[in-house]
């Protein structure tokens, strides 16, 4: 497979609906069981394919949270999973579930993170393709909130749908917030990654060229 098809191939993966709601029930002190979206943005289409990321909890009505946007694409010689912060979060919130607001997006919404560019590596695991993304090394997401440092470490593995299995697509998310004076983790993937699984696939909405 080629860097242009495991783009798509990944792209494919990502694009929809996932829960956690297998990994809650079995441990549910650790894990919350939440929903999240990845829906196709028409931002960046060269070699690349963009998603609209946010999520929210499964067990309460709360509006969805953590809004950001993932664009991969073809750098260099790498595949790569680059994420942008919002300059107006509460401006697309819900616009995963309202696509008309999320057509209204454009590239100056977005805010570059510095370090949050990923190195995807794809591979062939029980017969089902693998992508594991991660930083570069010695990187890590660096930026500011009201003047505040904030770090996060983002990776994430992605596994493409079992045809022969009907398993369906997963995405394990590892990021953490770090104290970024004690290095220890705040939040997120304390012990171990979030694993989700796929339930509405929007993959048909995706531009790539």
């Not at 694009?15 to 079995?26: H, T, V, Y």
């Not at 963009?50 to 991969?72: D, H, K, N």
Request: hydrophobic share 40%.
């Amino acid at each position: 497979m080629d860097q242009a098809q495991a783009l798509r191939s990944l792209a494919e993966c990502l694009a929809g609906s996932f829960q956690n709601r297998k990994q809650a029930l079995a441990d549910p002190t650790w894990y919350v069981h939440f929903r999240m979206w990845m829906r196709p943005v028409a931002l960046f289409t060269e070699n690349s394919a963009t998603l609209f990321i946010e999520q929210a909890s499964a067990a309460y009505a709360q509006p969805p949270y953590r809004q950001r946007v993932l664009r991969l694409s073809i750098t260099g010689a790498d595949l790569t999973a680059e994420y942008y912060a919002l300059k107006e979060p509460s401006q697309f919130q819900g616009a995963t579930q309202a696509v008309e607001r999320l057509q209204q997006m454009t590239v100056e919404d977005l805010v570059p993170l510095k370090g949050s560019r990923l190195k995807v590596v794809m591979s062939t695991q029980n017969g089902r393709s693998h992508f594991e993304a991660r930083h570069y090394p010695g990187e890590r997401c660096e930026f500011s909130v009201n003047g505040e440092a904030k770090v996060v470490e983002l990776a994430f593995d992605a596994i493409v749908p079992g045809v022969e299995t009907g398993q369906p697509a997963q995405f394990l998310m590892y990021d953490k917030g770090i104290d970024p004076v004690t290095g220890n983790a705040l939040w997120g993937a304390k012990f171990g990654p979030f694993n989700l699984e796929k339930d509405t696939d929007y993959s048909a909405e995706l531009l790539i060229r």
